[in-house]
């Protein structure tokens, strides 16, 4: 991205690597202020990583059945939902999955993620 920006060679934790870069990219983000182009260009890459994350490892990752997907759910409804997820739609979503969850109501073909 930038000169002088360098990601972790070797982490032995993958979180506190992400902690780094994350750390990193807020260093960068503070070194473009004033460069309104520059700091567009960064908000485009992390878009398109949040994108690629989302639709390619995290997608991948859901739980394949209900009551692991609606705890997963509910967890990150409790730490303030998902980037680009209004917190009201995360709990609509899992409002419905619980509803589902009642004796008494067909089955449906699992979610599509």
Known sequence: MTKGFNAPAEAQDPLQAA????????????????????LLNLLRELETLHRSIQDGAFRRSLPGDRQRLFALLRDMERSGGWPYIPRLQLRTFMDLLQRDDQPGLHEEPPLAA
């Open 19 to 38: 902690g780094e870069l994350v750390q990193g990219l807020h260093q960068l983000a503070d070194g473009l202020e004033g460069q309104p182009e520059a």
